[in-house]
């Protein structure tokens, strides 16, 4: 039975990878942080399979401690702050976690693998926050990274520490540059879901109205659950190597708004919706859109699901969830 540690098990990506982990005869552990996380409850009813070990990416001790346990064949690090909006607030834990816990999970794990690098594989959750100013069109692995916010910088720090550990001491370290990807188990505070949640909330008459920033930014946005099994994939090459994830197609947060609002019948929203400028950022990222033809080819991995389905989905859950309470 192969063995996976999944850091960032508690998030949208954790949950599902643990999933498709799980189901594929795996032995997970989770490493999942604080005293008193209330999602450690969440996630033992979700997949009570999964062996949730406590630690914190900021405390490399902790982490050597885990690996020990867990004595994984594979170490998935999904774990981060990575909400963008809330990492110009929070800059220096956003340093802390998401860049300096990468350094930390990838000592903890050269140090468990000892003289054997080769025995352990690792995963690195990069991200298409760090094209940020975009200096080509579509962006693939070779692109320059530009990015735009304390999360995509320290993603880029996290991104280029994997590739030094992979040329420095040959571990068998890939990343994942993943763009956008969704679902209903995203958080509520990420344009996506709010947007599904509002609509259903509006739609069930729970809701007046719904305030955003930036409706013109552009994400490659796919799901989720079609995303984890490329962090699979890269793990079972003979090679470690760097993938760019993603549909290849850009939607507007407009575009979000007209295919949420239209799945519960209502083709004019401009009443619904207003601007507040709390919700925009310093420096936002306008476009986004990637080029994964290197994923496709050598992993064999393509997207399933389209965006107005992925919209359709997250909205009809969302009604379903909300209307429940009623
Ligand atoms: P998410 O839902 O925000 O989950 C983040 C996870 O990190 C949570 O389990 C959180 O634990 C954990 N975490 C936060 N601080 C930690 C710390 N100090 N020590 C240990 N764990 C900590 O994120 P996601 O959407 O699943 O994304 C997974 C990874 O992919 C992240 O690294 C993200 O930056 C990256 N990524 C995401 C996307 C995307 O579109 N979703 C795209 C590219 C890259 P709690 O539950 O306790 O808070
Ligand atoms: O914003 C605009 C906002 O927060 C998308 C993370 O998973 O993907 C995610 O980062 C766009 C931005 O995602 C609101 O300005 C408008 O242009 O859903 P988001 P993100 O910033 O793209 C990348 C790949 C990651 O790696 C990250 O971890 O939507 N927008 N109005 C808004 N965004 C939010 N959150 N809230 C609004 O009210």
Same mark, same amino acid.
């Given at each position: 039975?192969?063995?996976?540690?999944?850091?960032?098990?508690?998030?949208?990506?954790?949950?599902?990878?643990?999933?498709?982990?799980?189901?594929?005869?795996?032995?997970?552990?989770?490493?999942?942080?604080?005293?008193?996380?209330?999602?450690?409850?969440?996630?033992?009813?979700?997949?009570?399979?999964?062996?949730?070990?406590?630690?914190?990416?900021?405390?490399?001790?902790?982490?050597?401690?885990?690996?020990?346990?867990?004595?994984?064949?594979?170490?998935?690090?999904?774990?981060?702050?990575?909400?963008?909006?809330?990492?110009?607030?929070?800059?220096? =834990?956003?340093?802390?976690?998401?860049? @300096? $816990?990468?350094?930390?999970? &990838?000592?903890?794990?050269? /140090?468990? %693998?000892? #003289? *054997?690098?080769?025995?352990?594989?690792?995963?690195?959750?990069?991200?298409?926050?760090?094209?940020?100013?975009?200096?080509?069109?579509?962006?693939?692995?070779?692109?320059?990274?530009?990015?735009?916010?304390?999360?995509?910088?320290?993603?880029?720090?996290?991104?280029?520490?994997?590739?030094?550990?992979?040329?420095?001491?040959?571990?068998?370290?890939?990343?994942?540059?993943?763009?956008?990807?969704?679902?209903?188990?995203?958080?509520?505070?990420?344009?996506?879901?709010?947007?599904? =949640?509002?609509?259903?909330?509006?739609? @069930? $008459?729970?809701?007046?109205? &719904?305030?955003?920033?930036? /409706?013109? %930014?552009? #994400? *490659?946005?796919?799901?989720?659950?079609?995303?984890?099994?490329?962090?699979?994939?890269?793990?079972?090459?003979?090679?470690?190597?760097?993938?760019?994830?993603?549909?290849?197609?850009?939607?507007?947060?407009?575009?979000?708004?007209?295919?949420?609002?239209?799945?519960?019948?209502?083709?004019?929203?401009?009443?619904?919706?207003?601007?507040?400028?709390?919700?925009?950022?310093?420096?936002?990222?306008?476009?986004?859109?990637?080029?994964?033809?290197?994923?496709?080819?050598?992993?064999?991995?393509?997207?399933?699901?389209?965006?107005?389905?992925?919209?359709?989905?997250?909205?009809?859950?969302? /009604?379903?969830?909300?209307?429940?309470?009623?």
């Amino acid at each position: 039975m192969p063995r996976a540690l999944i850091t960032g098990i508690t998030g949208q990506d954790g949950l599902y990878l643990a999933e498709l982990l799980v189901g594929k005869g795996y032995e997970v552990f989770g490493l999942v942080r604080g005293q008193n996380n209330p999602k450690r409850e969440l996630l033992h009813r979700i997949i009570p399979q999964v062996h949730i070990l406590t630690g914190d990416l900021t405390d490399v001790s902790s982490l050597i401690r885990v690996m020990g346990i867990a004595q994984p064949d594979e170490v998935y690090n999904l774990g981060a702050v990575s909400l963008v909006a809330y990492s110009w607030e929070n800059a220096a =834990l956003t340093s802390d976690v998401t860049a @300096l $816990g990468v350094l930390n999970m &990838l000592e903890a794990t050269r /140090l468990y %693998a000892g #003289r *054997d690098v080769s025995k352990v594989r690792f995963y690195q959750a990069s991200s298409s926050e760090m094209f940020g100013k975009a200096q080509e069109v579509p962006q693939k692995e070779t692109t320059l990274p530009w990015p735009r916010s304390p999360y995509g910088v320290a993603k880029v720090y996290g991104h280029y520490m994997t590739i030094n550990y992979r040329e420095s001491y040959a571990m068998h370290a890939s990343s994942g540059i993943l763009f956008n990807h969704e679902s209903p188990r995203r958080g509520p505070e990420f344009v996506t879901r709010k947007i599904s =949640l509002a609509v259903a909330r509006i739609k @069930l $008459g729970l809701q007046r109205d &719904l305030a955003l920033g930036n /409706l013109e %930014a552009s #994400r *490659d946005w796919g799901f989720a659950g079609d995303y984890v099994d490329a962090m699979w994939r890269m793990l079972q090459q003979p090679q470690p190597d760097d993938y760019v994830i993603a549909t290849g197609k850009s939607h507007s947060v407009r575009d979000l708004l007209d295919f949420a609002f239209s799945a519960v019948g209502i083709d004019d929203w401009s009443g619904y919706v207003k601007m507040d400028p709390k919700f925009l950022r310093p420096a936002d990222v306008e476009m986004l859109v990637g080029d994964s033809s290197k994923a496709r080819s050598v992993l064999g991995w393509k997207p399933q699901m389209d965006f107005r389905s992925l919209v359709q989905m997250m909205v009809a859950h969302d /009604l379903k969830e909300q209307g429940a309470r009623l």
